[in-house]
């Protein structure tokens, strides 16, 4: 028998944190005729995305862009600042901070792993007490929004415990990166790694690293790990020309895209773009509360990527996100590894507005009804509802 197809009359909505959904002007542009690399055309939506990723990174470093996804981001600042054989160190709390050990590990670097626990957040004073045990590292890894918990971790406290010990500090900022504040400069934060498919409301495809002159001299030093794609020193020399230039070939389609998104970005107003951020993140955790169900991770007002919460005792929860796709067409995520079955997730990074956490909230109360949870209908939605009404209704650009 073939694989089973969803049905076609169904409307679907896409609630995960990556892919997230696109805005139509942006998956119109990828529709029209490609451009060529070196032509001016091109060079100059080069340039703008440039310039504009600065913007959003908020930054005036270099933002090294790579055809990948937000894992080959991360996986090139490994590649430029481990040495193989020195220690670094890892300090993590769900699935995408240990992604950061096993990355380390593959490029030969002994690894200092602190693990908070999935749904803790990662403790300053803890990653100060782990350097201060192991003077040797140099180079601390860490994620900010933790993606597979919906945890955010202090990221501006983690540099200062990591620049006392005169480490470098890599942050994972692939679903943070537009969603949340992250002033990469003003928090001295070394490098951020990110990626397109999140709150940049662009397809899968495009890593980012931004990394400052300190993050960029390590790189340029003797004895680092072999590395060519992946190598900063050749992406740098290329963005920094004039015009700017890839000495690759970059995702032209991708560029097109991120080049239409970051208009409608820099149109809204990055802090606008913060602001509905945390209104439809707070209208979730609203939602959750007035359905009884129980927050996975502590409440934080400023955790507004994604939400978790513990599906109900009594229910397979593993059946949550499975019925709110196939019966009702709207997709979340459910646990990751040890948190399957126990935890459901709505995303709100991106090309989200005030109703589409609505409709998800009333599917989510509909889906744990029919799976036999006791929960009021309209309970989660009016909660919603009391949030948008009293702030405004945020709708995308």
């Not at 990723?53 to 080959?72: E, H, I, K, P, W």
């Not at 943070?176 to 999140?198: F, H, N, R």
């Not at 991708?254 to 209104?279: P, Q, S, W």
């Not at 609505?358 to 009021?376: F, I, S």
Request: net charge negative; with cysteine.
């Amino acid at each position: 028998m073939g694989r089973r197809m969803a049905n076609p009359y169904l409307k679907q909505y896409l609630m995960t944190a990556g892919p997230t959904p696109l805005p139509p002007r942006v998956s119109q542009v990828m529709a029209e005729p490609i451009l060529y690399h070196r032509a001016p055309a091109f060079i100059e939506v080069y340039a703008r995305c440039l310039e504009r990723l600065r913007m959003v990174f908020q930054t005036q470093n270099d933002v090294l862009c790579f055809a990948a996804s937000g894992t080959g981001g991360m996986e090139s600042a490994v590649a430029n600042l481990v040495r193989p054989g020195e220690p670094v160190a890892v300090a993590s709390c769900g699935k995408f901070g240990e992604r950061w050990k096993e990355i380390c590990e593959a490029f030969g670097a002994p690894v200092v792993h602190h693990d908070a626990g999935w749904g803790n957040r990662v403790e300053p004073a803890d990653l100060d007490r782990v350097l201060g045990e192991n003077p040797d590292v140099q180079v601390v890894f860490t994620t900010f929004s933790e993606t597979s918990t919906g945890v955010l971790n202090d990221i501006q406290a983690l540099a200062q415990a990591a620049h006392a010990h005169d480490a470098l500090i890599a942050v994972d900022a692939v679903s943070a990166i537009g969603a949340v504040p992250l002033l990469q400069d003003e928090w001295g934060i070394d490098v951020v790694a990110a990626g397109s498919q999140k709150a940049l409301m662009c397809p899968p495809g495009l890593g980012f690293a931004s990394a400052n002159e300190r993050a960029l001299a390590r790189a340029a030093e003797p004895g680092g790990a072999a590395r060519y794609y992946l190598d900063w020193g050749h992406t740098a020399a290329g963005q920094r020309k004039d015009p700017p230039d890839s000495p690759f070939t970059p995702a032209v389609s991708l560029f097109m895209a991120l080049d239409v998104a970051l208009d409608m970005i820099e149109k809204e107003g990055l802090e606008h773009v913060f602001e509905r951020h945390r209104l439809l993140g707070r209208a979730s955790r609203e939602a959750v509360k007035a359905l009884d169900l129980e927050l996975f991770g502590p409440e934080d007002e400023n955790a507004n990527v994604v939400t978790a919460m513990k599906t109900p005792e009594g229910i397979d929860g593993a059946k949550v996100p499975k019925t709110m796709r196939d019966k009702f067409g709207i997709t979340i995520a459910g646990g990751q590894n040890q948190l399957k079955g126990k935890i459901a997730r709505i995303a709100h990074c991106g090309y989200y507005g005030a109703f589409d956490t609505v409709t998800t909230v009333a599917a989510l109360e509909m889906t744990l009804r029919e799976l036999g949870a006791d929960v009021e209908l309209g309970a989660g939605v009016a909660a919603a509802q009391r949030v948008f009404l009293e702030a405004g209704v945020p709708v995308p650009a």
